[in-house]
């Protein structure tokens, strides 16, 4: 009878234990982020919501990207990191347009994309970080890649 019940609270210690720490077994499969070649086709880039979902993950992924290069000891580097940070920037402040349009109360906003972004940047950093481990291709990869070229064409268009 003890054991059955030693069992039970271990078990429930363990839930309450993945509950707090939010881990499930569906929390590994909400870190993959879609590619954002596929999240634009499905989605309505006339909706506010959206563009700033695609622009938060666009400072999440520049920003993730300076943090993976800043050490490297290079003139490239240094010149990636610098563009990175100008487009994280300009990013931002287009963001924060669609926000003060869009929104009732711009801080509260401002608060819940500063909280989006920090989760995207997480998810993005340890994309990266497997990449780095298992030798994979920036360029190549469906997320990094992919979402480098679709976040640097939309940094070229908000600066022009």
């Known amino acids: ?4 019940l030693s069992i039970k609270c271990a078990i429930g210690a363990l839930c309450i234990y993945l509950v707090i720490f939010g881990i499930s077994p569906q929390s590994r499969a909400e870190d993959a982020l879609m590619p954002l070649s596929e999240y634009i086709p499905k989605n309505d880039l006339n909706d506010d919501a959206s563009v700033l979902y695609v622009y938060d993950r666009c400072q999440a992924m520049f920003m ?7 050490n ?4 490239t580097s240094d010149t990636f990191v610098t563009n990175a940070r100008n487009a994280y920037q300009q990013l931002a402040m287009a963001a924060a347009q669609v926000m003060l349009k869009s929104t009732k109360d711009p801080n509260v906003a401002l608060t819940e994309h500063t909280d989006i972004i920090k989760k995207l ?7 990266i970080e497997e990449l780095y481990v298992s030798g994979g291709d920036f360029e190549k990869d469906k997320l990094v890649g992919q979402d480098m070229l679709i976040c640097a064409a939309i940094w070229h ?3 022009s």
């Open 157 to 159: 268009k908000i600066k």
């Open 1 to 4: 009878m003890q054991s059955k």
């Open 64 to 70: 993730a990207l300076v943090i993976s290069t800043k």
């Open 72 to 75: 490297s000891n290079n003139p």
């Open 121 to 127: 940047l997480a998810r993005y950093q340890n994309h």
